[in-house]
């Protein structure tokens, strides 16, 4: 079974429409991302947490919301899509525990591929 | 800011050929350096990682050294294979952040054919 899981894998959707993108981990790690990975540009990061109750914006936050309901689970809303917010996005998880200047590996999971009509 | 360039692809190879992907960075403080590999449909994994200059990074066949006098990280590999065949993505992640923020590179495809 794998150890990062996003659902769903693919979703095409209207403008205006709301949808979230789930993010689940058995990995036991303390924080989670949320990247976007558009052509020519690499990955963004949207949003990450440290823990249940640290969430953080990162540098593509605007339109974009996030939910860390457990440990484990980490979704992205978009509140009202719009056709740029067509790219793949990817979850990814790390651990913490070996100390703040540890260099730690984040582990991504499959991506959810979005179409925004 | 903090940025990180890789050369363009794609990258075309026959098998067993000689394999270089540049990769230079623009950063503040003293950096990590990684590459991710992607293969179609997947997310991305590590591939090697070096945290401090003259480091060498290693891993199934691929290799790359930090060289903080020219602020790059090329990945070589001696003989490509077929499988290898992904999108590679060099990335620095700034400790003065206190957490693994990454940046990355745009991604170079690399297709290696029979």
């Known amino acids: 079974d794998a150890d990062v899981t996003q659902t769903p894998r693919n979703r095409i959707t209207k403008t205006g429409k709301r949808i979230m993108l789930e993010c689940s981990q058995t990995?036991?790690?303390?924080?989670m991302y949320w990247y976007r990975q558009d052509p020519g540009l690499g990955l963004r990061l949207i949003y990450y947490?440290?823990?249940?109750?640290?969430?953080n914006k990162g540098e593509i936050s605007d339109g974009y919301s996030v939910s860390r309901q457990a440990q484990a689970k980490f979704s992205l809303s978009l509140e009202s899509a719009i056709p740029n917010q067509t790219a793949l996005y990817f979850c990814?998880?790390?651990?913490?525990?070996?100390?703040?200047?540890?260099?730690?590996?984040?582990?991504f999971g499959p991506g959810t591929r979005l179409l925004v009509l | 800011g903090n940025s990180v360039t890789q050369m363009e692809g794609p990258v075309t190879l026959s098998e067993e050929a000689f394999l270089t992907i540049n990769c230079t960075y623009t950063?503040?403080?003293?950096?990590?350096l990684f590459w991710y590999v992607q293969y179609p449909g997947e997310g991305l994994q590590l591939l090697l990682k070096?945290?401090?200059?003259?480091d060498k990074g290693s891993n199934k066949g691929f290799e790359a050294t930090y060289r903080k006098e020219t602020t790059s990280f090329h990945l070589e590999k001696g003989s490509v294979q077929v499988s290898d065949s992904a999108v590679y993505f060099c990335?620095?992640?700034?400790?003065?952040?206190?957490?693994?923020?990454?940046?990355f590179g745009t991604g170079t495809r690399l297709l290696v054919s029979p």
């Open positions: 070096a945290t401090k200059a003259d």
């Open positions: 990335a620095l992640s700034d400790r003065s952040t206190g957490f693994q923020k990454l940046v």
């Open positions: 947490s440290f823990d249940v109750k640290d969430i």
């Open positions: 990995k036991g790690h303390d924080r």
């Open positions: 950063a503040t403080g003293y950096p990590s």
């Open positions: 990814a998880t790390s651990d913490s525990s070996g100390g703040q200047y540890r260099q730690e590996t984040q582990y």
